[in-house]
């Protein structure tokens, strides 16, 4: 509880007020009562007693307020509780909700991909196709120069070992 200045009495209120809340009559400002010395009159006792009562009333009152303020915390606590549960399962919903969307959109997009339908993968498709085919006929071009190179090379040894085999045919008819 936070701390709070003392309570002064009625009358120092009075005296630290100085004039400036008088008691009007009619529209008149009476006049405080200066007496002699310590008599108390009626009216000043009667007010120490009323202001006694509403002490101990305060003090009462401010019990039964901290018991509610802990009635209340714990009602508002649990409440709390209940709402952030509910966020928390309309949250988890949502999400849920969320993700099977999307995979009906994948589901959908890919259907459309395996039939040719999706433009966005088409025009791609398209050109990685027409890469391909040129890249088949260039392939095709560099097999069959190379068929060639190896035929050549097939033919120029053999022409090779039938000059080496007459050359040696030559030489051995002319020594016998």
Known sequence: MPAQPPE????EEMEADGESQLPETNGEVEEPKRGGGGEETMEESTEERESDMEESEEEEEEEESSEMDDEDCERRR???LDEMMDLEKQFQELK??????????AKVKLD????GRAGEYREPLAALQTS??????VAGVYRELCLQVIK???ECEVQGARQHLEVINTHTLSLS
């Open 8 to 11: 002064r009495e009625p009358e």
């Open 78 to 80: 649990g409440e709390c």
């Open 112 to 115: 459309e991909v395996l039939i």
């Open 96 to 105: 849920e909700k969320l993700f099977r969307e999307r995979l009906n959109q």
């Open 152 to 154: 050549h090379k097939h």
């Open 132 to 137: 391909m085919q040129i890249q088949t006929r």
